[in-house]
C-alpha cells in the first residue's frame, strides 16, 4: 500500500503544526527568570573590616540572581569586574575580572553553604579576602544580601589573597 502525494502533504503539514505548537508552548512556559543580567550598580563603595586596612569598592558590568527548586539561588555575574583600592594607600588598586557563579543553599541553622565556580571574590571579617579561580566552597551568612564568608574557602584552583596585593 502506498500513500498519495494530497495524503503525505496532510502528514507533513500536521507534522509541522504540531512542531510550532510544540515550540511555541515552550516560548510562552519560559518564566520572568529568562530576562537577561541586569547591569550592576557602579556607585563605589566602602569595604571595612576585611582587610587591615579600608578599601574602595567599584564594580562594573552586569549580574543576575535566580531562585532554583529546592531553596536555592543561583548568583551569576558575566562581564563583571570590580576595582579595589586600599583607601590608606590609594596607588594599591587592582581591578579583578569576577565572572563566576554562586551557588548559594541555606543550612538549618540560618547560614549558607556556597558554592563558588569560575573567577570570584570571596570574603569575610575573619576569613579575609580571596580572589578564587576554580571551584570553592564556605560557608556564610547573609549580611544586605551579601554572602559573607564564615569559612576559609576549600576547592580546587587558586585561591590569591587580595589583602595581600593591596597591602
Do not use: H, W
Not at 570590580?82 to 596607588?91: A, F, G, I
Amino acid at each position: 500500500m502506498y500513500t498519495t502525494l494530497p495524503g503525505r502533504l496532510v502528514v507533513l503539514v500536521l507534522g509541522v503544526t504540531l512542531i510550532l505548537a510544540v515550540a511555541v508552548a515552550v516560548v510562552l512556559s519560559r518564566d520572568v527568570s529568562a530576562a537577561p543580567p541586569e547591569p550592576v550598580d557602579p556607585t563605589p563603595f566602602t569595604v571595612e573590616g576585611i582587610c587591615d586596612f579600608p578599601l574602595q569598592a567599584e564594580l562594573s558590568g552586569k549580574s543576575k540572581v535566580k531562585e532554583l527548586p529546592g531553596g536555592r539561588t543561583l548568583s551569576t555575574s558575566p562581564g563583571l569586574r570590580v576595582t579595589l583600592t586600599n583607601l590608606e594607600e590609594p596607588s594599591n588598586q587592582m581591578s579583578y575580572v569576577i565572572t563566576g557563579s554562586f551557588l548559594i543553599r541555606e543550612l538549618d541553622d540560618g547560614n549558607q553553604s556556597v558554592v563558588a565556580r569560575g573567577r570570584n571574590i570571596i570574603f569575610g571579617p575573619d576569613v579575609g579576602m580571596f580572589l578564587t579561580i576554580g571551584r570553592f566552597t564556605y560557608v556564610a551568612f547573609d549580611a544586605d544580601g551579601t554572602p559573607l564568608a564564615l569559612t576559609q574557602p576549600e576547592g580546587n584552583g587558586r585561591l590569591i589573597d587580595v589583602c595581600a596585593q593591596l597591602a
